[in-house]
């Protein structure tokens, strides 16, 4: 019988043929225990399914939407999912996590997982539910923004169906399109590229069973408890203001990245700030679907309309490419969800030329930093990949240095050719190594030791020991939250995190899941991470910063200098590796491979 919160199943899909084909891969127990679900069970399956050192964009190259133990349950924040592949952008295993209706009927169409692979003749979307798997042609969706496409087939299918779909810059293989539903993102990595390379513009799922638990009543008194404890003060920015309320704190302590990494403060940051733009331009407050929080904040934009902003896509198309007017980067925020790009790639790309120009590198002398004209101008030219600058920036920051040369890479702001997302490395040192050594590249939510950082129990300028312990045991948490899956802004309210999640997981499951599990579990999907990873070619000559964090300190505002040297990176790293049993490459050893279930 399968454990609580599962239907032990996951759908592989070939859109190849006419009509679509479906199987049925089963999921052992053990496999659903050691991985949880989300992320962690999206590891396993890409391992299981992934051909060895594949193009990313081949047809054999699967996309995974996989789903949690706790969706559709009333937990709150449990209606999210994630989506997994090797990506486009950086050769690398990517992952990424979203909340929608989408989740929900994704999980009640009876599966644990809907794997895509293959490359339909047409344009198309993909239809999933109860009774199977259909492929119907849409040529009709061609250029259209992900939302209208959303639109368009509600309109012909039916609003019983919830969708996932790409934009113009997914069917056009930017490398860091995304893919979108209900107006939320599943952002890096180029899962959207993904998706358009298999000639897919939407997947469409339908509700047509329910969610088991083991003990209804104890889940259900869990969820009022959850629910009550997620309207705490550890909450309170997040419905009160928003993610945006981080941008003057950190530009307070120099943290914001500001003119490609050039400075740490933002002098015109106050005019992007939540605090003047809530008085002036908030209009709603929304929350994600099964919430309690209400993070997701909604201001008026010039012209008419609205835009949902968070602190990413303010501080990637603002401080980061010198742009300081509202309406400028409320313009370019939209912009982006219109063509389906990631904002973070985006606007550290973006970001990146600026300098090149700057520097005599490339001849677009009409690209500045803080013009809002050029950076709107620019996003079209990647969403359109118009040939010259457009098609050299669809390939992000990484590629398009070395295409450039002249030692742009140096100062290119990506970490496995990922982008840097909005924290200074060299004044959060903890932060520092967990985007060095964090298997999707530069990201912040799989490696939040920003948290340790700022917490005032280290000095975030002196990388050591401490630093290694802080950003091992915040990857440990992200990894179980990504796979039970729970939102990160939950993470404050839990005082003995993986006990409570323990507590959480049993009364759905019916296992008898211990604290000390969760953990192993947590080790067991980091680890699996990088063994995909080394599979495909990482070595620790990938675990590494740009060189402009490891050779040019910061002046702070504070009158400190913020120094982060290599020698000082490459001994955490070496702490790290040992921390988490890896050989001098950052492998897993032999017995950990064991454990992995591989």
Same mark, same amino acid.
């Given at each position: 019988?399968?454990?609580?919160?599962?239907?032990?199943?996951?759908?592989?899909?070939?859109? @190849? $043929?006419?009509? *679509?084909?479906? =199987? /049925?891969?089963?999921?052992?127990? #053990?496999?659903? &225990?050691?991985?949880?679900? !989300?992320?962690?069970?999206?590891?396993?399956?890409?391992?299981?399914?992934?051909?060895?050192?594949?193009?990313?964009?081949?047809?054999?190259?699967?996309?995974?939407?996989?789903?949690?133990?706790?969706?559709?349950?009333?937990?709150?924040?449990?209606?999210?999912?994630?989506?997994?592949?090797?990506?486009?952008?950086?050769?690398?295993?990517?992952?990424?996590?979203?909340?929608?209706?989408?989740?929900?009927?994704?999980?009640?169409?009876?599966?644990?997982?809907?794997?895509?692979?293959?490359?339909?003749?047409?344009?198309?979307?993909?239809?999933?539910?109860?009774?199977?798997?259909?492929?119907?042609?849409?040529?009709?969706?061609?250029?259209? @923004? $992900?939302?209208? *496409?959303?639109? =368009? /087939?509600?309109?012909?299918?039916? #609003?019983?169906? &919830?969708?996932?779909?790409? !934009?113009?810059?997914?069917?056009?293989?930017?490398?860091?399109?995304?893919?979108?539903?209900?107006?939320?993102?599943?952002?890096?990595?180029?899962?959207?590229?993904?998706?358009?390379?298999?000639?897919?513009?939407?997947?469409?799922?339908?509700?047509?069973?329910?969610?088991?638990?083991?003990?209804?009543?104890?889940?259900?008194?869990?969820?009022?408890?959850?629910?009550?404890?997620?309207?705490?003060?550890?909450?309170?920015?997040?419905?009160?203001?928003?993610?945006?309320?981080?941008?003057?704190?950190?530009?307070?302590?120099?943290?914001?990245?500001?003119?490609?990494?050039?400075?740490?403060?933002?002098?015109?940051?106050?005019?992007?700030?939540?605090?003047?733009?809530?008085?002036?331009?908030?209009?709603?407050?929304?929350?994600?679907?099964?919430?309690?929080?209400?993070?997701?904040?909604?201001?008026?934009?010039?012209?008419?309309?609205?835009?949902?902003?968070?602190?990413?896509?303010?501080?990637?198309?603002?401080?980061?490419?010198?742009?300081?007017?509202?309406?400028?980067?409320?313009?370019?925020?939209?912009?982006?969800?219109?063509?389906?790009?990631?904002?973070?790639?985006?606007?550290?790309?973006?970001?990146?030329?600026?300098?090149?120009?700057?520097?005599?590198?490339?001849?677009?002398?009409?690209?500045?930093?803080?013009?809002?004209?050029?950076?709107?101008?620019?996003?079209?030219?990647?969403?359109?990949?118009?040939?010259?600058?457009?098609?050299?920036?669809?390939?992000?920051?990484?590629?398009?240095?070395?295409?450039?040369?002249?030692?742009?890479?140096?100062?290119?702001?990506?970490?496995?050719?990922?982008?840097?997302?909005?924290?200074?490395?060299?004044?959060?040192?903890?932060?520092?190594?967990?985007?060095?050594?964090?298997?999707?590249?530069?990201?912040?939510?799989?490696?939040?030791?920003?948290?340790?950082?700022?917490?005032?129990?280290?000095?975030?300028?002196?990388?050591?020991?401490?630093?290694?312990?802080?950003?091992?045991?915040?990857?440990?948490?992200?990894?179980?939250?990504?796979?039970?899956?729970?939102?990160?802004?939950?993470?404050?309210?839990?005082?003995?995190?993986?006990?409570?999640?323990?507590?959480?997981?049993?009364?759905?499951?019916?296992?008898?899941?211990?604290?000390?599990?969760?953990?192993?579990?947590?080790?067991?999907?980091?680890?699996?991470?990088?063994?995909?990873?080394?599979?495909?070619?990482?070595?620790?000559?990938?675990?590494?910063?740009?060189?402009?964090?490891?050779?040019?300190?910061?002046?702070?505002?504070?009158?400190?200098?913020?120094?982060?040297?290599?020698?000082?990176?490459?001994?955490?790293?070496?702490?790290?590796?040992?921390?988490?049993?890896?050989?001098?490459?950052?492998?897993?050893?032999?017995?950990?491979?064991?454990?992995?279930?591989?």
């Amino acid at each position: 019988m399968t454990a609580g919160g599962y239907s032990g199943r996951a759908l592989v899909v070939d859109v @190849s $043929a006419t009509s *679509a084909t479906g =199987a /049925v891969l089963d999921l052992p127990e #053990r496999v659903l &225990r050691a991985y949880l679900g !989300g992320v962690g069970l999206g590891t396993w399956l890409l391992h299981r399914l992934v051909p060895a050192r594949v193009d990313p964009l081949a047809p054999e190259a699967p996309l995974a939407f996989v789903f949690s133990p706790l969706v559709g349950t009333p937990l709150t924040t449990s209606a999210k999912f994630a989506v997994l592949a090797k990506s486009p952008l950086t050769g690398l295993l990517t992952d990424a996590l979203a909340s929608s209706q989408f989740a929900i009927a994704g999980k009640l169409t009876g599966h644990d997982a809907i794997v895509v692979r293959g490359r339909a003749a047409e344009l198309s979307v993909l239809l999933v539910d109860g009774s199977g798997v259909r492929l119907e042609p849409a040529p009709e969706l061609a250029g259209m @923004s $992900a939302a209208a *496409a959303e639109a =368009a /087939v509600k309109e012909r299918f039916g #609003r019983g169906w &919830r969708t996932a779909a790409i !934009g113009p810059a997914g069917e056009r293989g930017v490398r860091y399109a995304t893919i979108s539903h209900d107006g939320r993102h599943a952002g890096r990595g180029g899962l959207g590229a993904v998706l358009g390379a298999k000639n897919l513009k939407a997947v469409l799922v339908r509700a047509s069973t329910k969610v088991e638990v083991a003990d209804p009543a104890a889940v259900l008194a869990a969820a009022k408890d959850l629910r009550q404890r997620s309207f705490g003060p550890a909450t309170a920015k997040y419905r009160e203001l928003g993610t945006l309320a981080n941008l003057l704190a950190f530009n307070a302590v120099s943290t914001l990245p500001t003119r490609n990494f050039t400075a740490a403060t933002f002098a015109e940051a106050p005019r992007l700030a939540a605090e003047e733009l809530h008085e002036l331009r908030g209009v709603a407050r929304n929350s994600c679907a099964s919430c309690s929080i209400g993070c997701e904040h909604i201001y008026s934009r010039k012209g008419g309309g609205s835009q949902r902003m968070e602190y990413e896509n303010v501080f990637a198309l603002g401080p980061l490419c010198g742009v300081s007017d509202p309406d400028d980067v409320f313009a370019a925020s939209a912009r982006c969800d219109e063509l389906g790009l990631d904002t973070i790639s985006a606007g550290g790309t973006i970001a990146w030329a600026m300098e090149c120009v700057e520097r005599g590198l490339i001849d677009e002398p009409w690209l500045k930093f803080g013009d809002g004209a050029a950076l709107l101008r620019t996003l079209d030219l990647i969403g359109s990949r118009e040939p010259g600058l457009g098609e050299l920036l669809a390939l992000g920051s990484r590629a398009a240095a070395e295409v450039v040369g002249h030692g742009s890479i140096d100062f290119a702001p990506q970490v496995k050719g990922l982008e840097l997302p909005g924290y200074e490395p060299r004044s959060l040192q903890s932060m520092a190594l967990g985007l060095a050594v964090n298997a999707r590249g530069a990201d912040h939510n799989r490696s939040g030791a920003y948290e340790a950082d700022l917490s005032g129990e280290l000095d975030r300028l002196s990388g050591g020991p401490a630093h290694v312990a802080a950003a091992i045991g915040t990857e440990d948490r992200a990894a179980v939250m990504d796979s039970m899956i729970l939102c990160k802004f939950l993470r404050g309210i839990f005082t003995e995190p993986f006990d409570e999640w323990a507590t959480l997981l049993r009364p759905v499951t019916g296992w008898d899941v211990t604290a000390d599990e969760l953990r192993a579990a947590a080790r067991r999907i980091v680890l699996a991470k990088r063994a995909f990873n080394a599979r495909e070619g990482a070595t620790a000559a990938d675990d590494v910063l740009p060189r402009r964090m490891l050779d040019t300190p910061l002046l702070l505002g504070s009158g400190r200098t913020a120094t982060l040297t290599a020698e000082r990176l490459r001994t955490m790293v070496a702490g790290y590796y040992s921390g988490r049993g890896l050989d001098a490459e950052g492998r897993p050893a032999p017995a950990d491979l064991a454990d992995l279930l591989l």
